[in-house]
């Protein structure tokens, strides 16, 4: 059976086997083959954004890193967040998808991935270590967005959602054993193999590629054609846009003051950056754009878009404040406290999973997304309600509240998409591209701006220490960007009783404007669902 082409000549890639098996209602072997790889990309992504955060006092150590060890995990997160995946890359992933097809781009990625490890571990300065990983993240960010494609050609619409769970499922095991097997490594060897065992996992995954991925496409276009269907004028002013806005989110507040000039010139050029792409893709000059402008045109697309963003916000917005809730206001340990954060994870894939089986069986995303951000919009308002005399029972189950709501939304909002902006094959691999690369980007946003918020709010609320020496210490601690590093039960136990009550007050208060703010941004993403269209998925191909 002959792969499907859109009108403008682009590929729809499915493999001749497995083509044959969608229109059977059956599988292939060579398509669970292909899942299970896929799986396989997936979890080594996950894993490796999380392996290096054991290994990284070693590495820093070592190579004597000082305030650039921010960039060894930054730049992948900027590239691959998986706690992250690659917000400004995944567009071009998409487009090169289509002009190439999906099975050399998705090698390309792994020989990214594998060059990017091997200069890691060879690193010898921290400018190496940096290069190294910026590649690696490339890498593992289209690692994050190719499985979902090619799952688009592959499964119908209606049934996409359940093996893009596999994906998730997998994803989270990477990231619950990233930092366990990190530190094995480092305490049986050297960091360096921490990215020496990609070399031998991504050569194995690039031969299932090769032999499994096996696609049809047209020929008749010469490699010169495909180049010249490259936005290179979009990708460019995407890409450098975002690396100036990134540079200013990751050291405002911390290496420079928020109001220094360091900070505010990139964040002007960048955001002005994206000003001018947003105008240039809606020119003729952009040609065949990396960001299709139809697709934020469509109400329940440009919804979903924006829901998206903020939902991923959210996500990290928990994961990064509840811990600093159990060290600084329970006085908990970091590992008791990596414990008791443990609701806020495990209930969201289940959670997942069985959203899209309801997706898939009643072909209905609006009830599923109202669902999500119920549960996302109490949970967070519960958690204003924490303090430090607040229960276990209270603080389990705002936290499984929030994570049933978290996983509901998970993988049931990409059908939403896809479903409103099916103009073209081509859009398929477009809308999933940019819709990752949102997702991505709501994932730093999460860290960043809550994080510049609370340490504001906490300078503001810190004139209510009594103690002068302490005050004037704190201040100047949460002032050089240390509003977490000292969010821990060490720091606190070292203060008196008296000093250290109002401290802990302080954290309450600054915690609780924070949950505040995240109440208002779901309530608005429950707003905006409701201006969702509910389309029929489509059950063929």
């Known amino acids: 059976m002959a ?41 080594l992504s996950a894993l490796e954004n999380t392996v290096v955060t054991t290994s990284l006092p070693s590495i820093a150590t070592e190579l004597e890193l000082g305030n650039s060890y921010v960039w060894v995990t930054t730049v992948v997160f900027f590239n691959s967040l ?21 099975r050399w781009v998705t090698m390309g990625v792994i020989v990214l991935f594998a060059l990017g490890s091997g200069l890691c571990g060879g690193a010898t300065n921290a400018a190496m270590l940096i290069a190294g990983r910026a590649i690696q993240g490339m890498g593992g960010g289209g690692f994050n967005t190719l499985p979902n494609i090619i799952v688009s050609d592959l499964v119908p619409l209606r049934e996409r959602g359940k093996y893009v769970a596999w994906f998730l499922t997998t994803y989270f095991v990477g990231i619950a054993i990233g930092p366990w097997v990190g530190g094995a490594i480092v305490d049986s060897s050297t960091w360096r193999w921490v990215f020496y065992i990609n070399l031998p996992i991504g050569g194995a995954s690039m031969i299932m590629v090769f032999i499994f ?11 010169i054609e495909k180049l010249r269907r490259i936005d290179y004028g979009g990708n460019f002013l995407l890409i450098s846009s975002s690396v100036s806005i990134l540079f200013a989110l990751t050291y405002g507040g911390n290496l420079y003051p928020w109001r220094s000039s360091q900070i505010i010139v990139p964040l002007v050029i960048g955001f002005t950056g994206i000003g001018i792409f947003v105008a240039f893709e809606n020119t003729k ?15 329940t697309s440009a919804v979903v878009m924006i829901v998206t963003f903020i939902g991923s916000a959210l ?21 008791v406290a990596g414990l008791q954060v443990l609701p806020s994870v495990i209930v969201s894939v289940p959670a997942s999973i069985a959203a899209v089986l309801l997706l898939t069986r009643f072909g209905r995303y609006k009830p599923i997304h109202l669902a999500g951000f119920t549960a996302i919009t109490l949970g967070l308002g519960l958690f204003i309600l924490l303090d430090q005399t607040s229960s276990t029972a209270e603080w389990v189950i705002f936290q499984i509240i929030n994570s049933l709501g978290n996983g509901i939304i998970m993988n049931s909002l990409p059908p939403a998409c896809q479903a409103a902006s099916q103009r073209t094959e081509s859009d398929q691999a477009a809308t999933t591209a940019v819709w990752s690369s949102v997702r991505s980007f709501g994932n730093i946003w999460g860290v960043v701006v809550p994080a510049a918020i609370f340490s504001n709010t906490f300078g503001q609320r810190a004139g209510q220490i009594a103690d002068p020496v302490t005050r004037e210490l704190i201040l100047k601690q949460f002032h050089s ?6 969010a821990n039960a060490v720091f606190l136990a070292r203060l008196d009783e008296t000093t250290r009550n109002e401290v802990v007050a302080v954290y309450e ?33």
Not at 82 to 102: D, K
Not at 214 to 222: A, R, T
Not at 509 to 515: K, P, V
Not at 522 to 536: D, N, P, Q, T, Y
């Open 3 to 43: 792969s499907p082409t859109s009108s403008d000549g682009q590929e729809a890639v499915v493999t001749t086997s497995t083509s044959t098996a969608i229109k059977n209602n059956t599988k292939s072997l060579r398509f669970y083959v292909i899942i299970v790889t896929l799986c396989f990309l997936s979890v």
């Open 82 to 102: 998986t706690v992250s995946n690659s917000a400004v890359v995944q567009p071009l992933f998409g487009q090169l998808a289509n002009i190439f097809g999906r």
């Open 213 to 223: 991925l096996q696609v049809q496409y047209d020929k008749g276009m010469s490699f």
């Open 285 to 299: 000059w952009a040609g065949e754009p990396v960001c299709p402008p139809h697709l934020f045109r469509n109400r």
């Open 315 to 335: 996500l990290y917005w928990v994961y990064f404040f509840m811990p600093i809730y159990f060290q600084a206001v329970r006085g908990s340990s970091p590992s």
């Open 481 to 486: 960007g240390n509003a977490y590093a000292d």
């Open 509 to 541: 208060d600054a915690l609780r404007f924070i949950w505040q703010i995240s109440l208002a941004l779901a309530g608005f993403s429950l707003v905006l669902v409701l201006l969702e269209k509910e389309i029929v998925l489509k059950t063929d191909l």
